[in-house]
């Protein structure tokens, strides 16, 4: 038996229905908001993320599935939904037409991490990227979109966390505010950290491992850095948060594992599911456009997390769609009976209702059972009598109840 890779999931088709929902609640909320699809590849040359990611992330480090492809290019499967977006901005010439350009993807990501629950080498990200447009209410625009399916999803008990990390001008002071905190405690960092203090200290903040963490948490934060600009440009998303009556935590501690961050990042983090409990994160990217060879546009974007996301809602107990049904099954009595019941079948179908058959050759008993089984929510047997007299009985799942109809009424009965 060849097993599935160490990291990823089978979506069960007994299953699927979750995806489905969760889906188009997404597909909905994107469109009230006026964010458009985009496709990407879901393999970039490598070069893309290592400009647009960052050197010094865990991703680009130690998460990337990367390979050469058969004519020797260096091909990266997508660890994230920005740079692709980004790259399909600059290269389609989306640069030049009218902003903003808010667009939006589902799409699978890989990253070689340690498989536990929450984290997968393949998952998949609902994801929205904002150009063109470095006010605060795009910012809001995109943290409402998250929030808004959260809420449609019913999913409550979710925390905001926002903070902003500045721009590069003031992110000069804060650095070195970092890394002279850094420098007299790494002795006690992990050698990641280590090399992060001369390359980039802010990625210490985000550090998984314990020791790290603690030391953190006296650190210098950014808030107390920031310029002018970065500050009137938190206090008004705070304003526009607040006047939508949203609840948020500064977290000034907040940082993006991603290199291309500026002034905004944000967090949706849930207390269900254990340690892995971050749904959604996000950002302002102001420098990415340009750091992968495009112009000067600013954008703010987030990733949600799929799998987290239905695992929250599964713990919290939340609807999430219901497995398809057949409308009717029809039961075939006897050999004679089946090529008719099957047209029968095909022929509600091509009307738009689900209808299913025997297709097996087993007993009416068994049928019967397995009719039960589909959930179907009515089941007619189709004998001799039945077919000669052109009447069935249709019996109503639901209550047990049984009414005679023909044949001929019913697609109508049912609906179409
Ligand atoms: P984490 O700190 O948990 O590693 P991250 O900072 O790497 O997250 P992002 O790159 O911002 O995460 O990805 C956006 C979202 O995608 C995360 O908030 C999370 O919900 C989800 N996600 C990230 N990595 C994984 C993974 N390996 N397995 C499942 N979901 C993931
Ligand atoms: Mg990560």
């Known amino acids: 038996m060849i097993s599935i890779p160490k990291g990823t999931k089978d979506v069960l088709p007994s299953e699927v229905y979750k995806w489905h929902y969760v889906e188009s609640l997404i597909r909905k909320t994107a469109s009230d908001f006026g964010w458009l699809e985009i496709r990407t590849p879901t393999f970039e040359h490598t070069e893309l993320f290592l400009r647009g990611v960052g050197e010094t992330t865990d991703i680009v480090n130690k ?42 993807y589902i799409t699978p990501v890989f990253r070689y991490e340690k498989p536990q629950s929450g984290r997968l080498r393949e998952h998949h990200q609902f994801g929205v990227e904002l150009f063109g447009s470095d006010t605060p209410f795009a910012d809001a625009d995109v943290i409402m979109t998250a929030k808004t399916l959260l809420n449609r999803l019913g999913i409550t008990d979710l925390k905001l966390n926002i903070n902003s990390i500045g721009c590069p001008e003031c992110r000069k002071n804060y650095n070195e505010a970092l890394k002279a905190y ?60 607040s006047y939508l009556k949203v609840d ?83 039961a075939p009595l006897g050999d004679e009976q089946y090529i008719y019941a099957y047209g029968l079948v095909n022929g509600l179908r091509q009307k738009g209702i689900t209808a299913e058959t025997d297709i097996t050759g087993r007993s009416l008993k068994a049928q019967m059972k397995y009719a039960d089984k589909t959930g179907a929510r009515y089941v007619a047997v189709l004998g001799e009598n039945e077919r000669l007299s052109g009447v069935i009985k249709l019996k109503d799942m639901a209550n047990g109840t049984e009414e005679e109809i023909n044949i001929s009424e019913l697609t109508e009965r049912l609906g179409r």
């Open 248 to 330: 948020y935590e500064v977290n000034p501690k907040l940082v993006r594992g991603l290199d291309y961050y500026t002034k905004t990042v944000f967090e949706f983090i849930s207390n269900a599911i254990g340690a892995q409990g971050t749904v959604c994160g996000g950002g302002r990217y102001n420098n990415l456009v340009e750091q992968i060879g495009g112009p000067s546009v600013p954008g703010v974007g987030f990733g949600m997390g799929l799998e987290r996301l239905i695992m929250v809602a599964e713990a919290a107990g939340l609807y999430l769609g219901e497995r398809q049904k057949p409308l009717i099954y029809i």
């Open 63 to 104: 998460e990337m599935y990367t390979f050469l492809d058969k004519g020797n290019r260096s091909i990266t499967l997508k660890c994230e939904g920005t740079a692709g977006a980004a790259r399909a901005f600059i290269e389609n010439g989306l640069v030049s037409q009218a902003q903003p350009t808010k667009m939006y």
């Open 182 to 241: 850094f420098s007299e405690r790494a002795d006690k960092m992990c050698p990641t950290c280590r090399e992060r203090l001369q390359k980039n200290p802010l990625r210490i903040l985000d550090c998984k491992v314990p020791e790290c963490g603690e030391l953190a948490k006296d650190a210098p934060v950014t808030l107390d850095y920031i310029c002018d600009g970065c500050r009137q440009h938190h206090d008004k998303l705070k304003d526009i948060l």
